[in-house]
């Protein structure tokens, strides 16, 4: 103590937590003054040599406190550039105004001087309007009172405005709703600066084609008796076309394609009787036109076949009641399954008596019961009617009698 108050002497450095807080120094902030717009920052820590061991202790705390900050120090490098990323992303989204091409598309580069058109594909379309995609070079982003125009020279050499929209502020442009006339429309677009146009781009064309392909049919012969379950409907359209073969009697369509000689050939399924069938052909594009023939035709489109136990009902015994079994094949021969088959009965004296329908099993049969009142005493005869509904075509329909008498 007696050394503390002496000229020239030092008082004891005070330890900090981590080491003598005299030994660290403030960092220093070096600028390059060199950048006009951006400026290169470095930090440096000034440090003292110390020479031997002054505390392990000490030492060890401040060296990690030092790998601490340092940590701390690369963190918050890495959110910060995140957080860059983000912000410039925002930016770029904001400044991005339509038009603009959609996510995801590639627009090749213009050469300068002028924008570049993408040819649009398909080229020829029956819609009114068309999206036009197209590119500007970096010598005309960014220009003051200036619009993009689009140009539509039609078929016949008037020249019109398609759009006008604010000069895009990225590369990449789409301008939905350019207006089109029938036949070859020839589009370009131009940057117009001050009410100047610069250099038009290149030029594409987009033609509309509004006609509706032809349709004809060779055979069926309007008129014709055609015998059987089905009938091949041969005729001419527009080649590669779209054909739909439809019998509207019977509401069944089939589906197919004109070769490239417009050629078609579909079979369509028939009912007994009268049948008309339509033909649709609809061209790339969706325009479409029809023609339809009637024909006649004995096909055989199914049977059905009721037994009735018994037969015969007798009012003196009870119950008066019999057992309806109705089994139905199709055209080929196969058993009806899954058709709707409702039953219903006259019998003398009485309404017609409807059972509850139900659904044809696999072997195509349907089966119902009833048992008349106690009271029932009208002698006569009773028919029996069983309806098959499909879910294409007519209905199967078949009917059998029976009879009711006062005893054996």
């Known amino acids: 103590m007696a050394g503390f108050n002496r000229p020239g002497s030092q008082p004891p450095r005070r330890r900090g937590l981590f080491g003598n807080r005299s030994d660290a120094r403030p960092p220093v902030r070096r600028v390059a003054s060199s950048a006009p717009t951006r400026a290169a920052v470095s930090y440096t ?4 040599r110390r020479s031997g061991n002054s505390g392990g ?8 406190s030092r790998a601490l900050t340092r940590l701390v120090g690369v963190g918050a490098v890495v959110i910060l550039l995140f957080a860059a990323l983000f ?3 925002g930016l770029l989204s904001i400044g ?7 996510p995801g598309e590639v627009v090749p580069s213009a050469a300068p001087g002028a924008p570049l058109l993408i040819a649009p594909d398909p080229s020829t379309v029956a819609a009114q309007t068309v999206t036009i995609r197209g590119s500007l070079p ?3 982003l960014g220009l003051s009172d200036a619009i993009l125009r689009i140009k539509v020279e039609t078929d016949n050499g008037s020249v019109i405005t398609g759009a006008e929209v604010e000069l895009p502020k990225t590369p990449g442009f789409e301008i939905p709703g350019i207006p089109l006339a029938s036949g070859d429309n020839i589009i370009s677009a131009v940057v117009v600066v001050g009410g100047t146009e610069k250099t038009p781009s290149n030029a594409v064309t987009v033609t509309r084609d509004t006609t509706a392909p032809e349709v004809i049919i060779t055979s069926p012969a309007p008129g014709q008796l055609v015998s059987g379950a089905d009938v091949t409907v041969r005729g001419e359209a527009e080649a590669d076309a779209t054909i739909q073969v439809r019998n509207e009697t ?7 394609l004109a070769n490239s000689s417009g050629q078609y050939s579909i079979n369509i399924s028939l009912r007994n009787g009268i049948n008309v069938i339509s033909v649709t052909a609809t ?3 969706g325009n479409s036109s029809r023609t339809s023939v009637e ?6 489109v199914g049977r059905v076949t009721l037994v009735v136990n018994p037969g015969t009902i007798f009012l003196n015994k009870s119950p008066k009641s019999f057992r309806i079994t109705a089994t139905a094949t199709d055209s080929t021969g196969a058993p009806v399954v899954g058709a709707n088959v409702c039953i219903m009965i006259t019998a003398p004296g009485l309404s017609p008596i409807m059972l509850p329908c139900s659904l044809s099993d696999s072997n195509g049969r349907a089966i119902g019961e009833y048992t008349f009142p106690e009271n029932y005493a009208t002698e006569g005869r009773g028919l029996i009617l069983a309806t098959y509904t499909l879910p294409q075509g007519d209905p199967l329909e078949a009917t059998t009698g029976f009879s009711v008498m006062k005893k054996p």
Not at 45 to 48: E, G, I, K, L, W
């Open 45 to 48: 820590t000034s440090q003292p």
């Open 57 to 64: 202790g000490g030492s060890f705390a401040h060296t990690v």
């Open 87 to 89: 912000a410039l992303r």
């Open 96 to 102: 991005d105004a339509s038009p603009t091409t959609s």
């Open 138 to 140: 970096d010598d005309l």
């Open 250 to 256: 019977s509401g069944i369509t089939s589906n197919g």
């Open 283 to 285: 061209d790339g594009v």
């Open 295 to 300: 024909i006649t035709t004995s096909a055989s």
